[in-house]
């Protein structure tokens, strides 16, 4: 009997305030598609994003559906379970999307005459290696893979105990994202630098940017963006972040936002006392109520209403204080 895959999909449809939580969503491995007007994982996530998930759903009150889906073919069952991962220019791996563990890690080795092409079955404890000249490519894996397409029979018969033909199906079939990954990649990086050119230094870059305080301003000096609350130049993880999300939102480069309610408070703790005891909970949703804020808090369980109301200045104390 051929064995069935399966996969567990979550699916959150359009709804109210549901935008306010694209970011965390999207970080979390959902997509969002634009016929079925939802947000689903097309690939496998690990448990700890799923559960993430439903905590963000339970706190804003969202509905979603849990399914369990059997894959259509082999090709939807390796996307889904698998990605190809570049850790340097010249190293990759073939990632679990479920747990992050390297499947496989390939190598190249460069030389003047020649280059030695290592590749790694973690899994199963094997490897092979062969040496050629990688052509200087602007995708480096795309090339390995044509050459070892090239010579698959020479290799099948001669590289023992290692599975070849299961190694190149997931090659093949994982590569077509990796490259599209790629040349997005590809752009932000001539977006960025297309900026750093028409920029002034000591400019006002942007604000209030999703996973960073939103109070927090950020200025082009040199090539290098400066933090006005830590006064450091970024590291090079956040500076990507920082040019991702300017080059999807090219109306905030140099232009000051004002941050909304949800920006300023939403997902931040405040302290609340239950039956005289006090602790600290996540605000999830905020409105204003006759010059004041009504705030939301998630209890673990549901969103609750606080009794008491806020003035925009003391509520952004209370965030402060318990940050």
């Known amino acids: 009997m051929k064995k069935k895959y399966f996969?567990?999909?979550?699916?959150?449809?359009?709804?109210?305030?549901?935008?306010?939580v694209k970011a965390e969503l999207q970080e979390l491995g959902l997509l969002w598609n634009t016929?079925?007007?939802?947000?689903?994982?097309?690939?496998?996530?690990?448990?700890?994003?799923?559960?993430?998930?439903m905590w963000?759903?339970?706190?804003?009150?969202?509905?979603?559906?849990?399914?369990?889906?059997?894959?259509?073919?082999?090709?939807?069952?390796?996307?889904?379970?698998?990605?190809?991962?570049s850790i340097s220019e010249l190293t990759f791996a073939i990632v679990n999307r479920k747990d992050d563990k390297y499947i496989y890690i390939i190598s190249v080795y460069k030389d003047v005459l020649s280059d030695t092409v290592n590749?790694?079955?973690?899994?199963?404890?094997?490897?092979?290696?062969?040496?050629?000249k990688v052509s200087d490519s602007k995708n480096t894996i795309l090339a390995i893979y044509s050459y070892l397409q090239d010579k698959e029979h020479e290799f099948k018969e001669n590289i023992i105990d290692f599975d070849f033909d299961g190694f190149l199906l997931?090659?093949?079939?994982?590569?077509?994202?990796?490259?599209?990954?790629?040349?997005?990649?590809?752009?932000?990086?001539?977006?960025?630098?297309?900026?750093?050119?028409?920029?002034?230094?000591?400019?006002?870059?942007?604000?209030?940017?999703?996973?960073?305080?939103?109070?927090?301003?950020?200025?082009?000096?040199?090539?290098?963006?400066?933090?006005?609350?830590?006064?450091?130049?970024l590291n090079k993880e956040q500076?990507?972040?920082?040019?991702?999300?300017?080059?999807?939102?090219?109306?905030?480069?140099?232009?000051?936002h004002k941050p909304s309610l949800w920006e300023l408070f939403a997902n931040n703790r405040i302290s609340v006392s239950i039956d005289g005891f006090e602790t600290k909970m996540p605000i999830c949703d905020v409105k204003w109520n006759n010059?004041?804020?009504?705030?939301?808090v998630f209890n673990g369980n549901k969103k609750v209403s606080l009794n008491k109301t806020f003035r925009k200045e003391e509520l952004w104390a209370e965030v402060l204080k318990n940050r």
């Open 291 to 296: 010059g004041n804020i009504i705030v939301h």
């Open 239 to 256: 500076e990507n972040k920082i040019w991702k999300f300017l080059y999807y939102n090219r109306d905030r480069v140099a232009v000051e």
């Open 35 to 53: 016929k079925e007007n939802h947000y689903y994982n097309k690939y496998e996530i690990s448990k700890s994003s799923m559960d993430a998930i």
């Open 56 to 85: 963000i759903c339970k706190k804003n009150d969202f509905s979603y559906e849990l399914k369990k889906e059997e894959y259509e073919d082999i090709t939807q069952r390796l996307q889904s379970q698998y990605k190809i991962l």
């Open 119 to 132: 590749i790694l079955d973690n899994k199963n404890a094997k490897h092979f290696s062969f040496v050629s």
């Open 7 to 20: 996969i567990n999909r979550i699916y959150i449809s359009k709804q109210d305030k549901l935008y306010n």
């Open 170 to 233: 997931k090659m093949s079939v994982l590569l077509s994202e990796f490259t599209n990954e790629k040349d997005v990649y590809g752009k932000i990086n001539k977006f960025k630098y297309y900026m750093i050119s028409k920029l002034s230094d000591n400019v006002f870059l942007c604000n209030s940017v999703k996973g960073f305080f939103p109070e927090t301003n950020f200025y082009l000096n040199k090539g290098k963006i400066t933090s006005s609350y830590s006064k450091n130049n």
